[in-house]
């Protein structure tokens, strides 16, 4: 009986820790098609080669960085992991950065790139993520792109319509917590 119940209890906690871990992402083209057409969306003047150009590079740097950082555990998880020293990379602030640093490499005439934070607040911590936008227009006006959010599987929507999240110009939220204007 006992030896049943040793297997029970392996069987179950192995179910339980598998249900925690998350596959490496993937998108198909008609994903980097949707991103594509919601980024043109933004403006007549964007040119459409550059809103495919950013969405396609936008899912496979995010499909790149999550296998070369190793996520393999939600986003919150993987957090931990980095802050204990088990992981090097992989915070909502590395993907930020990675993201927008990639995406300004390919120097668009049409697209602006940001770099957006939600703010702290009593229930969640602070943030970060990349945003692009019409040549001109500011990061409201513009798409989140965030992959953080799903260890690595990209996560986009215009950012006024993202109610997770509070997204505000990372330098804006910045001097609010450098000034002690948030209370978090």
Known sequence: MSRRLLALWA???ALTLGACA???????????????????ALGPEIDPVEAQKAAAISYSYSQRLAQEWNVS???IIHNAKVINGFREYGLCNDWA??????????????????????????????HHSASVSAKGDSMYDGIILDPWRNSGALHWAPVREDTKYN?????????????GKLPY
């Open 11 to 13: 069987t179950l906690a």
């Open 22 to 40: 998350t596959t490496l992402p993937t998108a198909s083209q008609n994903d980097v098609d949707a991103l594509a057409q919601a980024i043109q």
């Open 73 to 75: 555990d939600p986003a």
């Open 97 to 126: 950065q990675a993201m927008t640093t990639r995406l300004k490499q390919e120097n668009f005439r049409t697209l602006d790139l940001h770099w957006a934070t939600s703010p702290p607040t009593q229930f969640r911590i602070i």
């Open 167 to 179: 997204w505000r110009p990372r330098l804006e939220v910045r001097e609010e917590l450098l000034n």
